[in-house]
């Protein structure tokens, strides 16, 4: 592979394996405010940064309009050379008019060669092919006048990104005239926030990561999360078993949770699923360990205090340092974006636990639910490869006497399944836990009684707390 340079974006340059090939032409396609123009500025400026020459050509956007963009990403268009060819002549003297109405599409191509001849640029962002288009008279001689253009940048060995509008209907041939095609897509629920994505669909001679890759615009720009590979990662043999220090919970699981292993915990709404996670995260933080819980539908402020309810203190562990806590709201993030900030955290504290709480709130807001398993799996795969203990909790549909269901079945991606279930008893509601499933130690078959009190997290044989209760009424 030869030289590469950066795209300023480094989410995408993980995705391209560095980033560019040199004296490349890339075309990136994508529907109006899918975000082409700021990628197209952020590869310029990564191009200014390292002192080269970076040219923007602009026949979509006026001088004003672009840097209304570049201003709301704190962008400084102070070292870009920056040229515009008005469909329409306003009187500035940096634009050129082409009269629409005889299509002049050669008088615009004369001024676009003209600039890059007198500039000589090492980076240049063209935006955009639309306006070639619908002055062209037909597809065979727009890719002509495309391919005239890819001619006088190869000849310069300028770099290039061409922003074009995607479409139903529109010719793609045009796309073999380039070295590489970045796709940007983008898909709005009725509530929620817009989610964002890019594919790279072809770079002859350039390797890079196949597949979807979710994607942010935020103030500063695009921000990219490439597609998990855990499988790049060393495997790890299962470790150490982590402790709860409730001793019948862990005599339940053979000992505890082992590192580099994967644990669900699922059950129904009110059956403890957060408050059995918070003992795991807990007992870590006291062990000297650090935990991170990332919670997707309880409220940080709430958490602590139903947390402190039952006798678990989580606040003075996040005073020290041992136990972070994270809040999202589903609606409002993208599966790679949740997945790039857990990653993250773990890498900069040393996490040894990893908690997400729950994964039903992904489930409900996600616009392609099918596509949740594969990009879950690959998280919690990478986690357990870091030699992590990662749980993970999922709500079940149904109320008392109403058999559980779930809209995603997860459980094969758990190396441990601990169940929770809530029936009547009399004029009580009894919580039960049994460990379904667990690969690497044994464990405890029954199923007993999961008691959660204040002050008190616990587990009891059920004719123990059957007995409890006779004692009690007495």
């Known amino acids: 592979m030869g030289e590469v340079i950066s795209t300023g974006i480094s989410g995408l340059d993980i995705i391209l394996h560095g980033g560019v090939p040199k004296s490349s032409i890339t075309l990136l396609q994508g529907h109006a405010g899918s975000g082409k123009t700021t990628l197209g500025l952020q590869f310029l400026l990564e191009g200014a940064k390292e002192g080269e020459k970076s040219l923007l050509i602009s026949v979509a956007q006026t001088r004003a309009e672009l840097e209304h963009i570049a201003e709301s990403h704190g962008f400084d268009l102070g070292a870009l050379d920056l040229e515009f060819v008005d469909l329409g002549n306003d009187g500035a003297p940096d634009q050129y008019a082409v009269n ?48 005239a253009l890819k001619r006088s940048l190869v000849k310069l060995g300028t770099t290039a990104i061409i922003l074009d509008h995607v479409g139903e209907g529109l010719d793609r041939r045009i796309e073999g005239v380039a070295h590489g095609v970045i796709i940007l897509d983008s898909y709005t629920p009725q509530i929620g926030t817009t989610y964002r994505r890019l594919m790279i669909r072809k770079f002859r001679g350039h390797s890079f990561i196949e597949g979807w890759h979710d994607f942010d615009i935020e103030a500063g720009g695009l921000d990219v999360f490439a597609r998990l590979l855990p499988q790049r990662l060393p495997p790890q043999k299962v470790g150490k078993q982590l402790k709860t220090q409730v001793e019948n919970l862990d005599a339940m699981l053979g000992g505890g949770l082992e590192r580099a292993t994967t644990t669900l915990i699922a059950g129904q709404s009110g059956t403890g699923k957060s408050t059995l996670a918070t003992v795991f995260a807990s007992a870590a933080a006291k062990q000297g360990m650090k935990a991170g819980l990332f919670l997707l539908e309880e409220r940080p402020e709430v958490y602590r205090d139903r947390s402190e309810g039952v006798g678990i203190d989580v606040v003075e562990p996040e005073r020290e340092g041992t136990l972070f806590l994270e809040h999202f709201d589903p609606s409002e993030v993208s599966v790679g974006h949740f997945s790039q900030t857990i990653l993250n955290l773990v890498e900069e504290e040393d996490l040894d636990v990893v908690v997400i709480d729950s994964l039903s709130g992904f489930v409900s807001v996600l616009p392609e639910r099918h596509n949740l398993i594969p990009q879950i799996q690959s998280l919690l795969q990478q986690l357990a490869r870091q030699n992590l203990v990662v749980i993970l909790t999922m709500s079940q549909h149904g109320l008392l006497g109403e058999t559980p269901r779930t809209e995603v079945d997860v459980s094969f991606l758990a190396d441990s399944i601990i169940l929770l279930r809530h029936s009547p008893e009399g004029s009580e509601i009894r919580r039960t836990l049994a460990v379904v499933k667990k690969r690497h130690s044994d464990h405890d078959r029954r199923i007993k009684n999961f008691v959660i009190a204040p002050g008190k997290v616990d587990v009891e044989d059920i004719e123990e707390g059957a007995k409890r209760q006779i004692e009690s009424q007495s």
């Not at 008088?107 to 935006?127: M, N, T």
């Not at 955009?128 to 062209?136: D, I, K, V």
């Open 100 to 147: 629409t109405q005889e299509e002049d599409l050669d008088d615009l191509l004369s001024q676009v060669h003209s600039i890059v001849e007198r500039v000589k640029p090492e980076r240049l962002v063209f935006d955009s092919l639309l306006e070639m288009r619908l002055l062209a008279r037909s597809d065979y001689e727009h890719r002509r006048d495309v391919l």
